[in-house]
Protein backbone atom coordinates (compact mmCIF):
# COMPACT_ATOMS: atom_id res chain seq x y z
CA UNK A 1 0.00 0.00 0.00
CA UNK A 2 1.89 3.44 -1.15
CA UNK A 3 2.08 5.95 1.49
CA UNK A 4 0.03 9.16 0.97
CA UNK A 5 1.91 12.55 0.16
CA UNK A 6 1.70 15.31 2.56
CA UNK A 7 0.35 18.08 1.52
CA UNK A 8 1.61 20.35 3.58
CA UNK A 9 5.41 19.32 2.18
CA UNK A 10 4.42 20.09 -0.90
CA UNK A 11 2.88 23.33 -0.64
CA UNK A 12 5.95 24.41 1.22
CA UNK A 13 8.05 23.40 -1.82
CA UNK A 14 6.17 24.81 -4.33
CA UNK A 15 6.25 28.49 -2.35
CA UNK A 16 9.72 28.05 -1.69
CA UNK A 17 10.23 27.43 -5.31
CA UNK A 18 8.42 30.54 -6.08
CA UNK A 19 10.12 32.54 -3.69
CA UNK A 20 13.64 31.98 -4.81
CA UNK A 21 12.37 32.40 -8.63
CA UNK A 22 11.13 35.90 -7.33
CA UNK A 23 14.33 36.51 -5.98
CA UNK A 24 16.38 35.31 -8.69
CA UNK A 25 14.24 37.65 -10.89
CA UNK A 26 14.98 40.62 -8.64
CA UNK A 27 18.75 40.00 -8.38
CA UNK A 28 18.71 39.35 -12.05
CA UNK A 29 16.69 42.92 -12.63
CA UNK A 30 19.17 45.00 -10.73
CA UNK A 31 16.36 46.89 -9.25
CA UNK A 32 15.49 48.03 -12.67
CA UNK A 33 11.93 46.35 -12.48
CA UNK A 34 9.87 48.21 -10.49
CA UNK A 35 11.76 51.56 -12.00
CA UNK A 36 10.05 54.10 -14.19
CA UNK A 37 11.04 53.79 -17.85
CA UNK A 38 11.47 56.83 -19.69
CA UNK A 39 12.52 56.11 -23.74
CA UNK A 40 14.49 58.27 -25.94
CA UNK A 41 14.64 58.13 -29.72
CA UNK A 42 17.25 58.95 -32.46
CA UNK A 43 16.51 58.99 -36.09
CA UNK A 44 19.91 58.53 -38.05
CA UNK A 45 20.93 58.75 -42.19
CA UNK A 46 21.93 55.91 -43.78
CA UNK A 47 22.73 52.58 -43.20
CA UNK A 48 23.19 51.10 -39.67
CA UNK A 49 24.16 47.82 -40.14
CA UNK A 50 26.12 46.07 -37.01
CA UNK A 51 23.44 48.37 -34.79
CA UNK A 52 21.80 45.60 -32.83
CA UNK A 53 19.41 45.05 -29.95
CA UNK A 54 21.46 45.71 -26.85
CA UNK A 55 24.27 47.69 -28.19
CA UNK A 56 25.27 50.37 -25.82
CA UNK A 57 25.04 53.94 -25.21
CA UNK A 58 27.91 56.07 -24.49
CA UNK A 59 28.26 59.04 -22.72
CA UNK A 60 31.82 60.80 -23.00
CA UNK A 61 33.15 56.74 -22.79
CA UNK A 62 30.82 55.96 -19.99
CA UNK A 63 27.78 53.75 -20.63
CA UNK A 64 24.29 55.11 -19.55
CA UNK A 65 21.78 52.76 -21.65
CA UNK A 66 21.26 50.20 -24.07
CA UNK A 67 19.61 50.46 -27.63
CA UNK A 68 15.82 48.70 -27.24
CA UNK A 69 14.44 49.05 -30.81
CA UNK A 70 15.74 49.39 -34.40
CA UNK A 71 13.10 50.63 -37.12
CA UNK A 72 13.03 51.79 -40.71
CA UNK A 73 11.45 54.99 -41.31
CA UNK A 74 10.88 57.37 -44.35
CA UNK A 75 12.14 61.25 -44.01
CA UNK A 76 9.03 62.70 -46.06
CA UNK A 77 11.09 65.95 -46.47
CA UNK A 78 14.08 64.76 -48.07
CA UNK A 79 12.36 61.63 -49.46
CA UNK A 80 15.08 59.66 -47.86
CA UNK A 81 14.91 56.73 -45.92
CA UNK A 82 16.00 56.43 -42.25
CA UNK A 83 16.24 54.50 -39.19
CA UNK A 84 14.92 55.48 -35.78
CA UNK A 85 16.65 54.12 -32.82
CA UNK A 86 14.83 53.70 -29.31
CA UNK A 87 17.13 53.80 -26.53
CA UNK A 88 16.56 53.47 -22.70
CA UNK A 89 18.97 55.70 -20.48
CA UNK A 90 19.71 54.68 -17.41
CA UNK A 91 18.56 56.92 -14.60
CA UNK A 92 21.32 59.19 -12.13
CA UNK A 93 24.33 58.16 -13.89
CA UNK A 94 25.57 61.81 -13.53
CA UNK A 95 26.68 62.83 -9.95
CA UNK A 96 27.56 66.44 -8.76
CA UNK A 97 30.76 67.43 -6.44
CA UNK A 98 27.76 67.46 -3.89
CA UNK A 99 27.01 64.01 -4.30
CA UNK A 100 23.54 65.36 -6.08
CA UNK A 101 22.18 62.90 -9.21
CA UNK A 102 21.06 64.46 -11.95
CA UNK A 103 18.80 62.74 -14.14
CA UNK A 104 19.41 62.57 -17.88
CA UNK A 105 15.91 61.59 -19.36
CA UNK A 106 14.37 64.86 -17.44
CA UNK A 107 13.15 66.89 -20.90
CA UNK A 108 14.36 69.99 -19.02
CA UNK A 109 17.72 68.21 -18.69
CA UNK A 110 18.40 66.88 -22.13
CA UNK A 111 16.99 70.53 -23.78
CA UNK A 112 19.93 72.51 -22.07
CA UNK A 113 22.20 69.61 -22.97
CA UNK A 114 21.19 69.76 -26.82
CA UNK A 115 21.62 73.38 -26.79
CA UNK A 116 25.03 72.98 -25.53
CA UNK A 117 25.39 70.57 -28.60
CA UNK A 118 24.55 67.14 -27.25
CA UNK A 119 24.34 65.17 -30.69
CA UNK A 120 24.45 61.12 -31.29
CA UNK A 121 26.37 59.28 -33.91
CA UNK A 122 26.90 56.00 -34.52
CA UNK A 123 30.55 53.99 -34.13
CA UNK A 124 32.59 51.38 -34.40
CA UNK A 125 32.23 49.23 -31.13
CA UNK A 126 34.51 46.15 -32.84
CA UNK A 127 36.36 46.07 -35.95
CA UNK A 128 36.17 42.43 -36.03
CA UNK A 129 32.76 42.01 -35.48
CA UNK A 130 31.52 45.34 -37.49
CA UNK A 131 29.35 46.01 -34.41
CA UNK A 132 28.32 50.00 -33.67
CA UNK A 133 27.16 51.54 -30.65
CA UNK A 134 25.37 54.99 -29.80
CA UNK A 135 27.57 57.69 -28.75
CA UNK A 136 26.62 60.47 -27.09
CA UNK A 137 29.39 63.80 -27.36
CA UNK A 138 29.16 67.44 -27.67
CA UNK A 139 29.30 68.97 -30.95
CA UNK A 140 28.05 72.62 -30.89
CA UNK A 141 29.62 73.16 -34.21
CA UNK A 142 26.76 71.02 -36.03
CA UNK A 143 23.09 72.03 -36.32
CA UNK A 144 20.27 70.38 -34.34
CA UNK A 145 17.66 68.67 -36.82
CA UNK A 146 14.61 66.81 -35.71
CA UNK A 147 12.83 64.27 -37.89
CA UNK A 148 10.42 62.51 -35.28
CA UNK A 149 7.14 62.30 -35.54
CA UNK A 150 6.32 61.20 -32.47
CA UNK A 151 5.77 64.31 -30.33
CA UNK A 152 5.47 62.13 -27.34
CA UNK A 153 9.01 60.24 -27.51
CA UNK A 154 11.84 62.92 -26.71
CA UNK A 155 14.03 63.12 -29.13
CA UNK A 156 18.43 63.45 -29.34
CA UNK A 157 19.45 65.25 -32.64
CA UNK A 158 22.25 62.81 -34.45
CA UNK A 159 24.74 63.46 -36.80
CA UNK A 160 26.55 61.45 -39.59
CA UNK A 161 29.38 59.44 -39.29
CA UNK A 162 32.93 60.61 -40.43
CA UNK A 163 32.60 58.24 -43.65
CA UNK A 164 28.98 59.79 -44.32
CA UNK A 165 30.32 63.35 -44.14
CA UNK A 166 33.35 62.44 -46.57
CA UNK A 167 30.74 60.32 -48.81
CA UNK A 168 28.65 63.50 -48.79
CA UNK A 169 31.28 65.85 -49.81
CA UNK A 170 32.41 62.93 -52.50
CA UNK A 171 29.23 63.04 -53.68
CA UNK A 172 29.11 66.12 -55.72
CA UNK A 173 32.61 66.52 -56.60
CA UNK A 174 33.23 67.06 -60.47
CA UNK A 175 35.06 63.43 -60.61
CA UNK A 176 35.41 63.86 -64.54
CA UNK A 177 36.56 67.24 -64.80
CA UNK A 178 39.35 66.85 -62.38
CA UNK A 179 40.15 63.38 -64.27
CA UNK A 180 40.36 65.62 -67.39
CA UNK A 181 42.21 68.05 -65.76
CA UNK A 182 45.40 65.50 -64.55
CA UNK A 183 45.66 64.16 -68.02
CA UNK A 184 45.92 67.87 -69.46
CA UNK A 185 48.73 68.52 -67.12
CA UNK A 186 50.49 65.66 -68.06
CA UNK A 187 50.01 66.29 -71.51
CA UNK A 188 51.77 69.69 -70.95
CA UNK A 189 54.31 68.42 -68.78
CA UNK A 190 54.44 65.41 -71.85
CA UNK A 191 55.20 68.46 -74.31
CA UNK A 192 57.78 70.40 -72.65
CA UNK A 193 59.84 67.70 -71.28
CA UNK A 194 59.73 66.28 -75.02
CA UNK A 195 60.14 69.58 -76.56
CA UNK A 196 63.65 70.38 -78.55
CA UNK A 197 64.52 73.77 -76.76
CA UNK A 198 63.73 71.69 -73.47
CA UNK A 199 66.72 69.18 -74.07
CA UNK A 200 69.05 71.95 -75.69
CA UNK A 201 68.44 73.85 -72.44
CA UNK A 202 71.03 72.12 -69.82
CA UNK A 203 73.67 72.15 -72.84
CA UNK A 204 73.20 76.51 -72.90
CA UNK A 205 73.26 76.28 -69.08
CA UNK A 206 76.86 74.56 -69.21
CA UNK A 207 78.21 77.43 -72.03
CA UNK A 208 76.62 79.85 -69.94
CA UNK A 209 78.11 79.09 -66.83
CA UNK A 210 81.20 77.96 -68.81
CA UNK A 211 81.12 82.03 -69.74
CA UNK A 212 80.36 83.48 -66.01
CA UNK A 213 83.34 80.95 -64.65
CA UNK A 214 85.77 82.81 -67.32
CA UNK A 215 84.94 86.50 -66.36
CA UNK A 216 85.31 85.68 -63.31
CA UNK A 217 88.80 84.36 -63.13
CA UNK A 218 89.72 87.30 -65.00
CA UNK A 219 87.91 90.22 -62.95
CA UNK A 220 89.56 88.19 -60.17
CA UNK A 221 93.29 88.48 -61.56
CA UNK A 222 92.62 91.81 -62.53
CA UNK A 223 91.10 93.00 -59.30
CA UNK A 224 93.73 91.68 -56.94
CA UNK A 225 96.76 93.90 -58.46
CA UNK A 226 94.41 96.53 -58.88
CA UNK A 227 93.84 96.88 -55.45
CA UNK A 228 97.20 95.85 -54.30
CA UNK A 229 98.29 98.70 -55.91
CA UNK A 230 95.80 100.74 -54.96
CA UNK A 231 96.42 100.19 -51.16
CA UNK A 232 99.96 100.96 -51.97
CA UNK A 233 99.07 104.23 -53.58
CA UNK A 234 97.09 105.16 -50.18
CA UNK A 235 99.93 104.28 -47.83
CA UNK A 236 101.93 106.73 -49.98
CA UNK A 237 99.82 109.00 -50.22
CA UNK A 238 98.92 109.30 -46.73
CA UNK A 239 102.51 109.73 -46.02
CA UNK A 240 103.10 112.21 -48.58
CA UNK A 241 100.32 114.15 -46.74
CA UNK A 242 101.35 113.71 -43.18
CA UNK A 243 105.39 115.27 -44.86
CA UNK A 244 103.05 117.94 -46.06
CA UNK A 245 101.23 119.20 -43.07
CA UNK A 246 104.12 118.82 -40.68
CA UNK A 247 105.94 121.33 -43.81
CA UNK A 248 102.85 123.37 -43.63
CA UNK A 249 103.22 123.31 -39.42
CA UNK A 250 107.02 124.85 -40.01
CA UNK A 251 105.57 127.58 -42.59
CA UNK A 252 102.72 128.68 -40.65
CA UNK A 253 105.84 129.00 -37.76
CA UNK A 254 107.83 131.19 -40.09
CA UNK A 255 104.69 132.92 -40.97
CA UNK A 256 103.84 133.67 -37.21
CA UNK A 257 107.84 135.13 -37.12
CA UNK A 258 107.50 137.18 -40.12
CA UNK A 259 104.25 138.55 -38.86
CA UNK A 260 105.88 139.46 -35.28
CA UNK A 261 108.75 140.60 -37.23
CA UNK A 262 106.53 143.17 -39.56
CA UNK A 263 104.88 143.72 -36.40
CA UNK A 264 108.02 144.73 -34.52
CA UNK A 265 109.12 146.74 -37.63
CA UNK A 266 105.93 148.62 -38.27
CA UNK A 267 106.27 149.85 -34.50
CA UNK A 268 109.91 150.99 -35.37
CA UNK A 269 107.94 152.44 -38.49
CA UNK A 270 105.23 155.33 -38.39
CA UNK A 271 101.29 153.29 -38.41
CA UNK A 272 100.97 155.14 -41.85
CA UNK A 273 104.42 153.50 -43.46
CA UNK A 274 103.17 151.56 -46.62
CA UNK A 275 106.31 149.03 -45.39
CA UNK A 276 104.52 147.78 -42.50
CA UNK A 277 101.38 147.52 -44.11
CA UNK A 278 101.96 145.68 -47.08
CA UNK A 279 104.45 143.35 -44.41
CA UNK A 280 100.96 143.14 -42.25
CA UNK A 281 99.04 142.14 -45.41
CA UNK A 282 101.55 140.00 -46.25
CA UNK A 283 102.03 138.37 -43.35
CA UNK A 284 98.22 137.76 -42.89
CA UNK A 285 97.67 136.11 -46.16
CA UNK A 286 100.90 133.60 -46.25
CA UNK A 287 98.98 132.48 -42.25
CA UNK A 288 95.65 132.19 -44.02
CA UNK A 289 97.04 130.25 -46.93
CA UNK A 290 99.15 127.92 -44.34
CA UNK A 291 95.99 127.12 -42.55
CA UNK A 292 93.70 126.80 -45.80
CA UNK A 293 96.82 124.01 -47.13
CA UNK A 294 96.29 122.42 -43.67
CA UNK A 295 92.67 121.91 -43.96
CA UNK A 296 92.68 120.69 -47.31
CA UNK A 297 95.68 117.69 -46.25
CA UNK A 298 93.86 117.24 -42.74
CA UNK A 299 92.72 113.73 -41.91
CA UNK A 300 89.13 114.48 -41.68
CA UNK A 301 89.44 116.83 -44.75
CA UNK A 302 86.53 116.05 -47.09
CA UNK A 303 89.12 115.41 -50.32
CA UNK A 304 90.90 112.53 -48.14
CA UNK A 305 87.51 111.23 -47.26
CA UNK A 306 86.11 110.71 -50.77
CA UNK A 307 89.82 109.02 -51.46
CA UNK A 308 89.30 106.69 -48.69
CA UNK A 309 85.34 106.07 -49.88
CA UNK A 310 86.10 105.38 -53.17
CA UNK A 311 89.13 103.03 -52.07
CA UNK A 312 86.19 101.37 -50.01
CA UNK A 313 84.11 101.26 -52.68
CA UNK A 314 86.66 99.34 -55.20
CA UNK A 315 87.29 97.39 -52.69
CA UNK A 316 83.41 96.26 -51.81
CA UNK A 317 82.77 95.82 -55.85
CA UNK A 318 85.81 93.03 -55.67
CA UNK A 319 83.79 91.07 -53.02
CA UNK A 320 80.78 91.47 -54.49
CA UNK A 321 82.19 89.91 -57.83
CA UNK A 322 83.65 87.40 -55.95
CA UNK A 323 80.47 86.15 -54.40
CA UNK A 324 78.75 85.95 -57.30
CA UNK A 325 81.15 83.87 -59.09
CA UNK A 326 80.93 81.34 -56.25
CA UNK A 327 77.11 81.41 -56.02
CA UNK A 328 77.04 81.01 -59.91
CA UNK A 329 79.42 78.14 -59.28
CA UNK A 330 77.23 76.83 -56.64
CA UNK A 331 73.82 77.62 -57.78
CA UNK A 332 73.85 77.95 -61.85
CA UNK A 333 69.98 77.94 -61.95
CA UNK A 334 70.02 81.60 -60.52
CA UNK A 335 70.23 82.81 -63.84
CA UNK A 336 67.14 81.59 -64.22
CA UNK A 337 65.02 81.72 -61.13
CA UNK A 338 66.56 84.26 -59.12
CA UNK A 339 69.05 84.02 -55.80
CA UNK A 340 66.47 83.68 -53.53
CA UNK A 341 64.91 80.72 -55.49
CA UNK A 342 68.35 79.25 -56.18
CA UNK A 343 68.98 79.62 -52.13
CA UNK A 344 65.73 77.54 -51.50
CA UNK A 345 66.78 74.74 -53.42
CA UNK A 346 67.35 71.76 -51.70
Given at each position: ?55 PVMFLGVKI ?282
Amino acid sequence: MSRRADPVLIGGFVLGALVLAVATVLLLAGGELFSERRQQIMVFEGAAQGLQIGAPVMFLGVKIGTVKKIQLGLDEASGRFVVPVTVEIQPNVVHTANGEQIDLREASTQRRLIERGLRARLRMQSLLTGQLYVDLDFHPDKPARFRSSDPAVPEIPTIPTPVQELAGKLENFPVDAFLGDLAAIGDSLRGLTTDPATRELPRRMQEVLGRIETLAARLDAQLTPALTEARKDLAELRTTLAAAGSALARVEAAADQVGSAAGRVGALAAPDAKIAQGMGRAADELTGAARSLRSLTAEDAPTVQNLNEALKELARAARALRVLAETLDRHPEALIRGKKAAEGTP
